[in-house]
């Protein structure tokens, strides 16, 4: 975004629409000085005041808290804006504070559904269930954005029944269902451990036509796995058309429970893309099942590869290297040449400018460099 910024400011003068785009996007990363920049320079063209580039404006300071900043845009406004009004409320539920939500919401002289799906929303987000729900039934555009909303945050706060029957009620009013929901109820029928329940689910999205969503597909491996069938989470997985992380990852985990690290590592091997997560995995497993030499190769290619070890994997290799520490005074009797890998950490360390205290493992000593002090407190 910073790239794209520096680079069309390198150009000849850009379109309205692409300074808007950039807006955008600064609004939604919350890219504060880049976007006062464009803030200043609508107030230099005479386009600050214009509502698309207002409500972009008024969406990125209340994002970052500024304030002052968000008041200034909301007087610009002639009178009442239901968009304006419709993002303060939705950042008062961000900001947890659903009393000045309500309050913003009450005060309204009109209404869209964004405006009653936002509020009912915000009360599940927060666990305040029958508060949602007053909304909810209340709501005069109902639709299927309003519907999901209810149907998911009912799955979040595990409420997993109610969910099941606002889905069927949602089906009784002839709305149809989205990805979102679908990936919603087979989530809870994963938690309610109903396999028939969810092969029905299944059947209705074929029924559809959304048995080629990536979500979908993602949300049904994980039912699959849940409820123990390895072969449907399977068959699945090789159906899809498209996968992404998740899918990989998902089936990575499955084989890793196993303990089948055979076909785990080469199911990571193929993954076109790899998160912290699969990575974590495969780590942990290799660890856990004694193959330590092989978990810390891997933690090095992964930090080589740009990623950043989370705390579980952190504690895998701790053990893992453990092991081999205590391995390593045998080996330096009896057998030095195996410890090669060693030598060669030692010459990443040097190529990446990695320095080892005295008296510290290579492992604490890059640890420490890499996490928070509150995270390396945590972990130790």
Request: hydrophobic letters at 45%; aromatic letters at 10%.
């Amino acid at each position: 975004m910073r790239d794209a910024l520096k680079s069309r400011s390198a150009v000849n003068p850009i379109t309205n629409l692409a300074r808007f785009s950039l807006l955008k996007e600064c609004a939604r990363q919350g890219l504060i000085t880049q976007g006062g920049v464009l803030h200043g320079h609508f107030i230099k063209v005479g386009t600050s005041s214009k509502a698309y580039n207002a409500i972009q404006l008024l969406i990125m300071y209340l994002k970052c808290q500024r304030s002052a900043d968000a008041d200034q845009i909301l007087k610009g406004f002639n009178g009442f804006n239901l968009v304006a009004h419709n993002c303060l409320i939705a950042a008062s539920v961000e900001r947890g504070n659903l009393d000045e939500a309500r309050r913003l919401f009450d005060e309204m002289p009109e209404r869209n559904e964004v405006s009653w799906t936002a509020l009912a929303s915000g009360f599940l987000k927060y666990g305040r269930v029958e508060e949602s729900m007053w909304y909810f039934e209340r709501n005069p555009f109902h639709n299927v954005v309003s519907w999901t909303a209810a149907v998911s945050g009912f799955v979040q706060n595990g409420l997993n029944y109610k969910a099941m029957k606002l889905f069927l009620d949602m089906f009784r009013c002839g709305v149809r269902p989205n990805d979102v929901t679908f990936t919603s109820v087979v989530r809870a029928c994963a938690e309610l451990g109903a396999f028939e329940l969810g092969m029905s689910v299944l059947s209705l999205i074929l029924k559809v036509g959304f048995e080629h969503n990536i979500s979908v597909s993602n949300s049904f491996i994980t039912f699959s796995l849940r409820l123990g069938k390895v072969d449907l989470a399977r068959r699945i997985f090789h159906r899809m058309e498209v996968r992404d992380v998740i899918s990989w990852t998902a089936i990575l985990d499955m084989y890793v429970e196993m303990g089948d690290l055979t076909e785990a590592r080469r199911v990571f091997d193929e993954m076109p893309t790899r998160n912290t997560v699969s990575w974590s995995a495969m780590i942990a497993r290799y660890s856990q099942s004694g193959y330590t030499e092989e978990a810390v190769k891997l933690f090095y290619r992964m930090i080589q590869d740009g990623f950043s070890p989370n705390t579980s994997c952190l504690a895998s290799v701790i053990s893992a290297m453990a092991c081999l520490e205590a391995l390593h005074a045998g080996m330096n009797i009896h057998a030095p040449g195996r410890w090669s890998d060693v030598m060669n950490t030692r010459k990443l360390m040097k190529e990446k400018g990695v320095k080892k205290s005295g008296g510290c493992s290579w492992v604490e000593s890059h640890l420490t460099q890499a996490l928070p002090k509150k995270q390396w407190k945590d972990l130790a």
